[in-house]
């Protein structure tokens, strides 16, 4: 037997009915979110303390031959976080310019060095660990108060730890978020609570608001990264497969035990517990038939386990998963002869393909909330002028997927001249950044173009030239010939 498994269902979102927050509510507003946050707090720890190998096989009572109870965790789940969070931010993400305007280029460079330099894409995967186990994650952004000294970026970027903490929503149409909150509890056990509203900070402890300010963020600081809109976690909808893998191969273990250690059958066979001890010692043993009409047996009781059917149920529950969860197989198929194309469908990757970009849909959606902050705090202290709507968010991992494909679509639109070649970057999918590949293809063309009308001008002049000494080399010689010929004419007449 093993723990019952915990029903999970995706974590709650925690709503009001206020719409706006001021000092004379938040702690109203706080007091009646704790409790759906505490529920959900509950089943984040319990997901996460699974996706790290503390599993319900672990408490498994067996209870015939309870001294042979093999306890075996398969983490699936964390081989699941793991394939997730590579696949989905395995490559850095980008900020590129979105439109076809030039003076915003210098600024968008700029933001991606200020990102780089908070180590942004180490916070992407950072969150995308934390979504992928328990649905949701969240991130904060405050303004760098050594910004311009020792730090290079006017922001600082924190992961939270989604245990202590939520944003509540109003619950009108939008679902606009009001307040974020994160907490401590101190070496005393007391629990400050950190209130951010889109210009306010309150801090509360026993409810009771012991601090507050205003801020010029314009968003609230603290921001939601939901996995999707049921805040389900990428392992969750599996659990009860994961714990039926895990049972499994704990009993094909008890199995192989239980085959060593079989029990001995004595049939018509009278031994004491000293005799028996003896034979356990020595291996062997001396007895004779209690009725020499019966026949005396010693035997082992034994059962196998069939091992090739127990695998097949494995690989059964395994597939299962994988397909639920949309990673790709491992099986490799048995043709030789299928194409790139065919080999992405048939394993899984293009189910997988089709989860991340779900997941990026829902991340950029976070994202721009994100940006609106950092661009707010670089506007005040990095004099920087740019908008969410100049930002383009891209996922740099599909770079080179089908390739050659991509490369021959390029190359057709490039000939086809009632198409522009800036749609033609566009549309092939070869480019992250379209508008960047295009900008410099065309000024790389330009370049080699005026170097071949530099190559060619060259070409002329050198043949200019070479004609040039061609006649003045004729001329000489019809000189020299005209001289002889005179000389000739007089050696004649002298003779």
């Known amino acids: 037997m093993v723990e019952p498994y915990l029903h999970l269902n995706g974590r709650r979102m925690i709503l009001t009915d206020e719409t706006e927050v001021n000092i004379g509510n938040v702690v109203q507003i706080l007091r009646k979110a704790l409790p759906y946050h505490w529920k959900n707090r509950s089943e984040i720890s319990y997901l996460w303390s699974y996706y790290k190998g503390r599993q319900p096989i672990l408490n498994r009572v067996k209870e015939v031959r309870p001294e042979i109870t093999n306890k075996i965790v398969e983490n699936r789940a964390n081989e699941i976080v793991s394939f997730k969070s590579g696949y989905l931010m395995g490559e850095p993400l980008q900020y590129v310019s979105r439109g076809n305007a030039e003076n915003i280029a210098d600024a968008i460079n700029q933001l991606n060095e200020f990102v780089f330099a908070e180590e942004k894409p180490a916070k992407d995967k950072e969150l995308a660990d934390w979504f992928h186990i328990c649905g949701t994650s969240f991130r904060m952004v405050l303004p760098d108060e050594m910004a311009g000294e ?26 606009k978020p009001i307040l974020g909150v994160k907490y401590v509890v101190d070496e005393n056990g007391v629990v400050h609570y950190s209130c951010y509203s889109d210009h306010e900070y309150f801090e509360i402890v026993e409810s009771k608001v012991i601090s507050y300010d205003t801020h010029i963020l314009g968003e609230i600081p603290i921001i939601e990264y939901p996995l ?29 035990e239980q085959f060593i250690q079989a029990l001995m059958l004595f049939h018509n066979v009278d031994i004491s517990s000293e005799d028996f001890d003896e034979l356990r010692e020595r291996g062997a043993i001396k007895f004779k038939d209690i009725d020499p009409q019966l026949k005396a047996e010693i035997n082992y009781l034994v059962s196998n386990l069939n091992q090739g059917e127990t695998q097949t149920l494995v690989d059964h529950m395994y597939q299962t998963v994988l397909t639920i969860c949309g990673m790709p197989n491992r099986n490799g198929g048995s043709s030789t002869s299928d194409t790139g194309s065919a080999v992405i469908m048939r394993d899984g990757w293009s189910a997988a393909e089709a989860r991340a970009k779900d997941s990026e849909l829902m991340f950029k959606k976070s994202e721009r909330i994100f940006l609106k902050v950092v661009l707010n705090i670089c506007r005040t202290l990095a004099d920087m ?8 968010i891209r996922f740099t991992r599909r770079n080179y997927e089908n390739i050659l494909q991509k490369a021959q679509v390029l190359d057709l639109m490039l000939k086809n001249n009632k198409i522009h070649p800036r749609l033609a970057f566009e549309h092939c999918g070869l480019f992250v950044d379209s508008d960047l ?28 030239e070479g004609n040039d000494d061609d006649s003045g080399n004729n001329e000489g010689n019809g000189g020299a010939d005209g001289k002889s010929a005179e000389t000739r004419e007089q050696s004649g007449n002298t003779d």
């Open 385 to 392: 002028d740019l908008k969410v709507c100049n930002v383009e």
């Open 150 to 175: 020792d730090d290079e970026s006017p922001f600082e970027i924190y992961t939270l730890d989604p245990r202590n903490t939520f944003v509540v929503y109003n619950n009108g149409l939008g679902n």
């Open 437 to 464: 590949a295009y900008t410099l293809s065309a000024e790389y063309a330009e370049e080699q173009e005026q170097k071949a009308q530099e190559l060619f001008e060259q070409q002329q002049r050198m043949k200019q």
């Open 228 to 256: 999707n809109m049921a805040r389900i976690g990428a392992f969750e909808l599996v659990i009860p497969l994961l714990d039926a893998i895990n049972l499994t191969d704990s009993n094909r273990l008890d199995g192989v």
